[in-house]
T-cell receptor
Framework: KQEVTQIPAALSVPEGENLVLNCSFT??????LQWFRQDPGKGLTSLLL?????REQTSGRLNASLDKSSGRSTLYIAASQPGDSATYLC??????????FGQGTILTVHP | GAVVSQHPSRVICKSGTSVKIECRSL??????MFWYRQFPKQSLMLMAT?????????EQGVEKDKFLINHASLTLSTLTVTSAHPEDSSFYIC????????????FGPGTRLTVT
């Protein structure tokens, strides 16, 4: 069974801090790994997608890495802001688009 | 950008009735749409994969006769929860995969279903 695990389950940091969210997955034969943001009661916003042939992707203050050999991905958020507060989900994807999600990390950035 | 809409955003229905949820790709064609369910404080769980013009593929443990999926066009998929019960109350989210893309999916805003 393909599983995705995220730690920590929740994280609270003061504004301005750099932080790292972790995602681990079983089965190194991964097709891609995606990070999403979900605000309360809302759908998902795609943040970054890393193909299996890539090691990292960057978008603004976000950087996501992928280490297939260890079955891990990290999402790095630089200079966190209160507006970054949300639930962050990672998901491993197959070639036909099926996504398996982790449980998410609830991030709170307080002023 | 690619936009996916869902309708309705919220619905309350009585136990035993059926509810239809629509998922539309507004500015692109989607050969594949996915339906997810999210219970409170839990992650998304894939229910089924919907391919245009063919039968949906359901995940293990999802009753296909209870959750009817139709993908009649390249821009519309519907999920009908038949004979709904309180335990079906959940947040239902769809995603759509671009026709010409091999991996990008775009998510709808979700539908909150409450069965009383």
């Amino acid at each position: 069974k393909q599983e995705v695990t995220q730690i920590p389950a929740a994280l609270s940091v003061p504004e301005g801090e750099n932080l790292v969210l972790n995602c681990s997955f079983t089965d190194s034969a991964i097709y891609n790994l995606q990070w999403f943001r979900q605000d309360p009661g809302k759908g998902l916003t795609s943040l970054l997608l890393i193909q299996s042939s890539q090691r990292e992707q960057t978008s603004g203050r976000l950087n996501a890495s992928l280490d297939k050999s260890s079955g891990r991905s990290t999402l790095y958020i630089a200079a966190s802001q209160p507006g970054d507060s949300a639930t962050y989900l990672c998901a491993r994807g197959t070639s036909y688009g099926k996504l398996t999600f982790g449980q998410g990390t609830i991030l709170t950035v307080h002023p | 950008g690619a936009v996916v809409s869902q309708h309705p955003s919220r619905v309350i229905c009585k136990s035993g009735t059926s509810v239809k949820i629509e998922c539309r790709s507004l500015d692109f064609q989607a050969t594949t749409m996915f339906w997810y369910r999210q219970f409170p404080k839990q992650s998304l769980m894939l229910m089924a994969t919907s391919n245009e013009g063919s039968k949906a593929t359901y995940e293990q443990g999802v009753e296909k006769d209870k959750f009817l999926i139709n993908h009649a066009s390249l821009t519309l998929s519907t999920l009908t929860v038949t004979s709904a019960h309180p335990e079906d109350s959940s947040f239902y989210i769809c995603s759509a995969r671009r026709r010409l893309s091999s991996y990008e999916q775009y998510f709808g805003p979700g539908t909150r279903l409450t069965v009383t």
